[in-house]
Structures are given as structure tokens and as C-alpha cells.
């Protein structure tokens, strides 16, 4: 395993903010997970594992010892009864990963095309997009327990699987080094089109029964253009959270604001469009420093150039506050701020 002290992480977060960790350690290889978790290297110290770095928006140095994955494979394991179970290595990018599924016609990950961060991340906050989780076609994860060095298999209904959420962000939290994660993919490609805008784009161009390659194309061309390239505009993907309130309350905000944007979760509860409310209060293309709120997609916040976490932090209690004052919701963050 590579350790290097005084790191900067900014190559390492999507936001792209300049601090520093104590040490910084990068798991290339299997072994190099037995490695540390055998050697007890975290033991007594403070420490985070980082996945794609997509999700988290450091505020100060991090003193401590951070853990990144990198590189890997994908794997088919075995073909049985109309699944493909597919095991990749925790480093492998999410983006690589779900392009080599589709590639190979092992189906159930187009719609969650584009997403940044790494494989090893995914199981963490249960990605999702358009439609799918990552809860959807997770078989099962491999982890290290850092706190006991053993080695463990989690099965899919021991994940504690829910939007944004799993175990590993909950009772588990950073005990866990995910080193594999294997996938159940279907051998028949049943389109998952319950997401009404990928539906209308599809439908606008004529595409009744779409192929999996089309869908991952659809909607990477939508993300494209609702979402910054990472590449190019520091972000942490969406900042916050599609609330979900009780449905009594969606139908009370319903009636003063008809437009709200909203998806019924159960019987009981509807989650709320938070991009739709924090357009609504006027917050979309502002800027606070050098801090924005990106102007194609308002639950996103970027980074206008060299803006720190702090900066990030005051964005996010200004949107907070103004939303529970105008709206009375709350709104939660999806990125995690260290
Ligand atoms: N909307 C607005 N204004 C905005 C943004 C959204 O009015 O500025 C309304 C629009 O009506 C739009 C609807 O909200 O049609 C939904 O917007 P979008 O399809 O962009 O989805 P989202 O609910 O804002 C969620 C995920 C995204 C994921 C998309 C598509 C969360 C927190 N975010 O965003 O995930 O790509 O759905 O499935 O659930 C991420 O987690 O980082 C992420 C990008």
C-alpha cells in the first residue's frame, strides 16, 4: 500500500477544496487491504475511508489518516438462472463499471450511468438515479471490519438499504473497508422507465422499446446537461436531499404551491423536489463568494474556484434556514461534511 504524509486531497474530492491530510493511504490490491487491516495501521488513529471523493466536502485539514481505493477489475462470476453475478473491485470507477456491464449486455445498471465515485462507494449511500438504486441489483458486499480485522459478507437485506442511506452511513459507520462489491444482473433487459423525465425524452424521440445502450445514452446526455462534469466544475453532485415528508404535509404545501414537484414514496409519505424549492426561493445561479448554486440544477453547489469548505457550510445553513422559513422543511445534506 502507498502511504504519503501531508497530502493535499483536492485531486481527490470533486468539489476540489485545497486541505490536507496527515497521511493519505491508497489501497491498490487486494493484499493491500489484508495488509492494513491485518497490520492494525488504524488502530488508536483518527481516519476516513474516501471513495470517489464525490460526496464529501472537506472543511479544514483532515488530521488523520485518510483511506482511498484505486483501480481493480470486474469480474463475472457466474451466469445462473436468467442473472449475471458480477463481483468489482472497490476502486473501480462507477462510471466504468455500469459502461462495462452495459457493454457486455449484463443488464439492470444503465439508468445509473454518469454517477461519480467509486464502486466501493456505492453500496455506502445506496446511489441511485433515474429510477434505480444501487439497493436494486447489490447481491452482496465485502468488507474488512477495521474495528476487529475480520472479514465479513454483508447480503443485500443486511445493508439497511433506504434512499441515500444504508448500515455502513448508520450502525456501521467507519468501521468498514469495502473491498468487493457483487451485483445481480438479469440476462433480459426489461427497461426501467418510472422516472417521467427520462420517459419523455425517450418518448420525444420516438423510443417506444428502448435497447439498454439507448437508456444509458439517454441518460447520460440528460445528466450531461443538468449537471456539472466534475472535470471541469467543482461539485459534490446534488447537496441536499428530496425530503420526504408526511403525505398530509405534501398535500398541505401542494395547495398553497400547486407546482411543487413531488413523488409519492408510500401510502403514508411524498418526497419533495428540493431543487424545485430551492429554485422557487430565488436561489438558483447565486453566488455567495465562491460558492454558487449551479444554474441548471438548483441542488447542486459548486465551487466557483478555490472556494473552501467553510464558504460551502454558510451556503448551506443560508439555503437551510430559507427554506424552513418559507416552506417549513427541513432540508437534510446528502454530501457529508468533514
Ligand atoms: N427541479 C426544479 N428546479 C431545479 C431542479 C429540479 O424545479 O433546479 C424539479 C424539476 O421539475 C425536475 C425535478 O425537480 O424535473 C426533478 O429533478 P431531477 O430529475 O434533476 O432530479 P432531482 O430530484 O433534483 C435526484 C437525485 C439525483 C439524480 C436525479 C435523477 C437526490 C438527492 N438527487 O435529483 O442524484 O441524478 O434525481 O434520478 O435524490 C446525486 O445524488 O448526487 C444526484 C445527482
Given at each position: ?25 491508497t489501497l491498490q490490491s487486494q493484499e493491500d487491504y489484508a495488509q492494513l487491516v491485518g497490520s492494525q495501521y488504524l488502530k488508536?488513529?483518527n481516519y476516513f475511508v474516501l471513495g470517489g471523493g464525490s460526496n464529501v466536502v472537506f472543511t479544514r485539514d483532515f488530521d ?157 446526455e440528460v445528466r450531461a446537461s443538468k449537471l456539472p462534469d466534475p472535470k471541469v466544475i467543482g461539485s459534490a453532485g446534488s ?100
Open positions: 500500500m502507498k502511504i504519503e504524509k501531508h497530502c493535499s486531497l483536492k485531486p481527490y474530492n470533486t468539489f476540489c477544496i485545497d486541505v490536507e491530510a496527515t497521511e493519505l493511504v488508536g488513529k488523520g489518516v485518510v483511506v482511498r481505493s484505486e483501480g481493480g477489475s470486474v469480474r463475472l462470476l457466474e451466469h445462473r438462472d436468467g442473472h449475471y453475478f458480477v463481483e468489482a473491485d472497490a476502486g473501480v470507477l462507477w462510471d466504468d463499471f455500469v459502461r462495462h456491464c452495459v457493454a457486455n449486455e449484463w443488464f439492470g445498471v444503465e439508468n445509473m450511468v454518469s454517477i461519480p465515485g467509486t464502486v466501493g462507494a456505492s453500496p455506502v449511500q445506496n446511489v441511485g438515479a433515474y429510477g434505480v438504486e444501487a439497493k436494486d441489483v447489490i447481491e452482496s458486499v465485502h468488507l474488512f471490519d477495521i474495528e476487529t480485522g475480520e472479514k465479513r459478507t454483508m447480503r443485500n437485506a443486511d445493508c439497511g438499504f433506504g434512499y441515500r442511506w444504508s448500515v455502513f452511513k448508520g450502525a456501521l459507520k467507519g468501521r468498514c473497508l469495502v473491498d468487493r462489491v457483487v451485483f445481480r444482473l438479469d440476462e433480459h433487459y426489461t427497461p426501467k422507465l418510472n422516472y417521467q423525465a427520462l420517459r419523455n425524452v425517450l418518448n420525444e424521440r420516438g423510443m417506444d422499446n428502448p435497447t439498454a445502450q439507448q437508456v444509458c445514452d439517454v441518460v447520460a447537496f441536499f436531499k428530496n425530503p420526504v415528508v408526511p403525505a398530509a404535509e405534501a398535500e398541505r404545501l401542494k395547495a398553497e404551491y400547486p407546482e411543487l414537484v413531488s413523488f409519492p414514496v408510500d401510502q403514508q409519505h411524498t418526497k419533495l423536489s428540493a431543487g424545485w424549492m430551492i429554485e422557487k426561493a430565488g436561489w438558483k445561479g447565486r453566488d455567495r463568494g465562491q460558492v454558487g448554486v449551479y444554474e441548471k440544477q438548483a441542488l447542486v453547489l459548486v465551487n466557483r474556484g478555490g472556494c473552501t469548505g467553510d464558504e460551502v457550510r454558510q451556503m448551506a445553513d443560508a439555503i437551510i434556514a430559507d427554506i424552513m422559513a418559507r416552506f417549513g422543511v427541513r432540508l437534510e445534506l446528502e454530501a457529508i461534511m468533514l
